[in-house]
T-cell receptor
Framework: GAGVSQSPRYKVAKRGQDVALRCDPI?????LFWYQQALGQGPEFLTY????????KSGLPSDRFFAERPEGSVSTLKIQRTQQEDSAVYLC?????????????FGDGTRLSIL | DQQVKQNSPSLSVQEGRISILNCDYTNSMFDYFLWYKKYPAEGPTFLIS?????DKNEDGRFTVFLNKSAKHLSLHIVPSQPGDSAVYFCAARVGTASKLTFGTGTRLQVTL
């Protein structure tokens, strides 16, 4: 399909393990975003890339969270030494540009459960 | 500090009637607003948006109204259909900052 693709859809990890979540944006989309959605809440911004440049990482909750987009396409969100409070749905979104009247298009997310 | 608020967690409307979902915001710097629809186990799907220079935007059965002085926007769906049953999120953005600030969502149920 032509939409944003995220993998895995579900991830279970033990507390303390490292996890990596992948996002394939819509082809040609310059901007890529990561959001975290806790149960019963709206998505909350984590970080933003324009091509390979990480322009805003103000939403990353701690230095255990790291995101990269080395070639300006696929992005990976890595969480080190996972904690139970990291359990959430992680959503990736992309847009053609980050500006103007360009809506962000979301993937179906990765549901992360930390035991 | 919840900058975007959706004070109604749920709403039930009969098929064929109008659904009105409300959203309030506190940040006067927001200049672009969006509504997303979300089904279970899927990501949010973009519905409709409005720039702060407008007070109304319409797309088929969906209309968004913006009242800047009241810092309030609403989404009207008419006529409502059973397939509209989902969680609706209001989101806002400041200029070129790009990141979206979301409300907590309103669950709409359209009954037969």
């Amino acid at each position: 399909g032509a939409g944003v693709s995220q993998s895995p859809r579900y991830k279970v990890a033990k507390r303390g393990q490292d996890v990596a979540l992948r996002c394939d944006p819509i082809s040609g989309h310059v901007s890529l975003f990561w959001y975290q959605q806790a149960l019963g809440q709206g998505p909350e911004f984590l970080t933003y890339f324009q091509n390979e440049a990480q322009l805003d990482k103000s939403g990353l909750p701690s230095d255990r969270f790291f995101a990269e987009r080395p070639e300006g396409s696929v992005s990976t969100l890595k969480i080190q030494r996972t904690q139970q409070e990291d359990s959430a749905v992680y959503l990736c979104a992309s847009s053609f540009t980050g500006e103007g009247s360009q809506p962000q298009h979301f993937g179906d997310g990765t549901r992360l459960s930390i035991l | 500090d919840q900058q975007v608020k959706q004070n109604s967690p749920s709403l039930s409307v009969q098929e064929g009637r109008i659904s009105i979902l409300n959203c309030d915001y506190t940040n006067s710097m927001f200049d672009y607003f969006l509504w997303y629809k979300k089904y279970p186990a899927e990501g949010p799907t973009f519905l409709i948006s409005i720039s702060s220079i407008k007070d109304k935007n319409e797309d088929g059965r969906f209309t968004v109204f913006l009242n800047k002085s009241a810092k309030h926007l609403s989404l009207h769906i008419v006529p409502s259909q059973p397939g509209d049953s989902a969680v609706y999120f209001c989101a806002a953005r400041v200029g070129t900052a790009s990141k979206l600030t979301f409300g907590t969502g309103t669950r709409l149920q359209v009954t037969l």
